[in-house]
C-alpha cells in the first residue's frame, strides 16, 4: 500500500466535514474510500486488511463493524495477518494472557514494519482504555500507526483518514475517557449469514472488586428498544434465524437508556423480560440467547418469560464466580452461596430442560482450603453443563489487586482440583440427553471430521454429525447417539 509522500494533510477537508455523527462518519468513509480508489490506480492492488479479535462476543460483535467500516471504504478482508497491509487488534484486558498475547503479536510485527514503512498497525479496545497501556506502547511499539478506544470504534475511517494525510507520520491517538456518542446503523460485515449478535447495551454497574471493565467500558448505557428492534428486524431480513442478545450484564438492561424510547414513555418500567419478549414477536427469528447474566438479577419475570417462549434458548449463563460466600462478599458480587443455590433450584424448576454455564475464578485474595471446597460444592450441586474456570488476574487499579495476593503453586493446585471436577460433572451432566432427538442450528463444516457438520443445539450444546455442506444455516432434528463428554455425535433425521 504505497501512500509515501501521496497525500498531505487536508486542513479544508477535515474543516468541511459534519460535526454531527452520524453524517460525519459518513463523511470520513467517504473521503477514505476516494484515498483507497486514489491508491490502486498508483500502485494497482487493492489494500488488503485483517482484524484480529481478542476477547468476549461484545468485541467479537465490534469488530463485525471494524470490518464493516474498512470494507465499506475499499479494503480487501485477508485471512491472516501476514497477507495484511492494514492490520487492527481489537483487545481485551479481562486477564493478564490478553495483554502478554497482544504484545508478542506486535513483538513479531517489528522487523516486517521496518521494511514496509506503509503497512499499518491499529489497536483499540478495552486495553486501550488504560493510560499506562496506551504509554507503554507508544514508547516500546512506537511503529503502531492507530491507537483507539471503546467509545469511539465508530470513528475508525476518521481517524484512519487523518493518519493517511499526515505528514509527520505520527501515531495516531484518540481514547475517550467516557462515551462520546453512540453511533447506530455502522456498516457491519458478520461472520456467520444465519446468526449475529446484538449489543442491548454498554458498560457495568457492578464493580466486582478484581473487574476492569467498569473502569474501561464504563457505566451502563442500555440502548433504546426502537433501535434494539429495528437492527433485529434487519437482521432477520438479510436472513438470521438466530440472535444473541449482549450485555455485561443483560439483567440490568434499561437502567439507563442513551436516547429517549417512545416505548419507555409508555412503560417507564421497560426491563430484559420485556425487550425479550418483544424480540420474540419477530416473524422469522427462530432462535434467541443472551449473555450474560448477573446472578443478583435474575428475576422470576425473565424466567417466566423463557418458559413461556419456545424461541428462547434453553440455555441460561449464570456466572457464580467462587462458592464462598465469605469469597463471595469480597468480590462484591452481592449475593451467597446460598442465594445462588436457591438460584439455581428456581431455574431448574421452572426450565427443566435448561442447560446451566457458569465462571470459576481460583485464586482470588485469601482464598482458603475451606474456600475451596465451598466452590466444589457448588459445582457438583448446580451440575454445569460447562464451566469456563480460569486463575485470577490481578488487574492494576481494581481493588482486588491491592490485597495479599496467594502463592502460585497454591493455585495451581486449586486449579487443578477445580478443573478436574468441572470435568467430571459436565461429561455426566451433558451426557443426560444420550438417544434423544434435538433440533440443532447447523453453524459449520466440520474441520476435523470428514463428510461431518456441526450443529449447536437450543441449550447451547455442540453436535456433530455427517451431513453436506449446503446444511449450514439450517435447522435440522438429529439423534444424539452418543455422549462425549462436551459435545455429542448423532445422525439426521
Sequence with gaps: MDIKDTHILNQDIIQSAPLVEPARQEFFMDRCHDLIEEMIITDGHRPTFHVETFGCQMNAHDSEKLIGILSRIGFEEVDTEKEADFIIFNTC??????????????????????????????????????????????SSYSFVDLIFGTFNFYKLAELLFYKLTETDKKTVVEVLDVPETHVENLPEKRKYSFKSGVNIMYGCNNFCTYCIVPYVRGRERSRTPEDILSEVNRLVDDGCVEIMLLGQNVNSYGINFLDESDIIKENPDYDFPDLLNDVAKIEGLKRIRFMTSHPKDLSDKLLDVIAENPKIARHIHLPVQAGSSRILKAMNRRYTKEDYLALVDKIRAKLPDVSLTTDIMVGFPGETEEDIEDTLDVIRYAKYDQAFTFIYSIRSGTPAAKMEQLPPEVVDKNFERVLEEVRKVSAEASSRFEGQVKNVLVESVNDHMDGYVTGRMDNNILVHFPGEPELVGTFIDVKLDEAKGFYYLGHSL
Design 93 to 138: 484486558t479481562v486477564r493478564e494472557n490478553a495483554n502478554q498475547k497482544l504484545y508478542g503479536h506486535l513483538g513479531s510485527l517489528k522487523k516486517r514494519k521496518e521494511s514496509n514503512k506503509n503497512m499499518l498497525i491499529g489497536i483499540c479496545g478495552c486495553m486501550m482504555q488504560q493510560q499506562s497501556v496506551v504509554d507503554y506502547i507508544k
